[in-house]
């Protein structure tokens, strides 16, 4: 079956500087990658997702960028602020069935 | 439009009780799934339904039954709760189809077996 791995645990970043969250997978057929993103005491909330037909995707200061010959995929959240602190999770995909990273606790010092 | 809502949030059992966490969606999604997250672990797949009357078995599913009478409704019973089944629920539902789509998610439910 699928295995994602994430990197890294965890990231402490300044107000305004970029995050950099990496994933890999290991099924070929995996064919959706979304991320999301969990604030204390709620549920997962997604982000952004791209496809496997896509190697590049942006949503104002977060894009995504995916690798299908090497099976990674990566998280770039530019201008990072204090209420981007939360804990990330990639996710790889195919028929709706998710399997997760283990997630990236970002912190963002003002 | 309420989304994905699950009951209770917080919840305290006994080792060998049994208990069953609710969740009902009102977005007529024909997927819904059940999570738990436990720390440094992520997010692991206990159960999952295509649609009524289907379901079936994720990554960890001993311990755990569902069912799916409803498109609505899509309820994870726990048959005699153990202490390794402490955890942090969460069901989630999206739309069934051949491309993917995003799964939103319940708040969770906070389970403490002792």
């Known amino acids: 079956g699928e295995n994602v791995e994430q990197h890294p645990s965890t990231l402490s970043v300044q107000e305004g500087d970029s995050a950099v969250i990496k994933c890999t997978y290991s099924?070929?057929?995996?064919?959706?990658f979304p991320w999301y993103k969990q604030e204390l005491g709620k549920g997962p909330q997604l982000i952004i997702d791209i496809r496997s037909n896509v190697g590049e995707k942006k949503d104002q200061r977060i894009a995504v960028t995916l690798n299908k010959t090497a099976k990674h995929f990566s998280l770039h959240i530019t201008e990072t602020q204090p209420e981007d602190s939360a804990v990330y999770f990639c996710a790889a995909s195919r028929f709706q069935k998710l399997v997760f990273g283990t997630g990236t606790r970002l912190l963002v010092s003002p | 439009n309420a989304g994905v809502t699950q009951t209770p949030k917080f919840q305290v059992l006994k080792t060998g009780q049994s208990m069953t966490l609710q969740c009902a969606q009102d977005?007529?999604?024909?997927?819904m799934s059940w999570y738990r997250q436990d720390p440094g672990m992520g997010l692991r797949l206990i159960h999952y339904?295509?649609?009524?009357?289907?379901?079936d078995q994720g990554e960890v599913p001993n311990g755990y039954n569902v069912s799916r009478s409803t498109t609505e409704d899509f309820p994870l019973r726990l048959l005699s709760a153990a202490p390794s089944q402490t955890s942090v629920y969460f069901c989630?539902?999206?739309?069934?189809?051949?491309?993917?789509?995003?799964?939103?998610f319940g708040q969770g439910t906070r389970l403490t077996v002792v």
């Open positions: 099924d070929s057929a995996s064919n959706y």
């Open positions: 977005m007529n999604h024909e997927y």
């Open positions: 339904s295509v649609g009524a009357g289907i379901t």
């Open positions: 989630a539902s999206s739309y069934e189809g051949q491309m993917n789509t995003e799964a939103f």
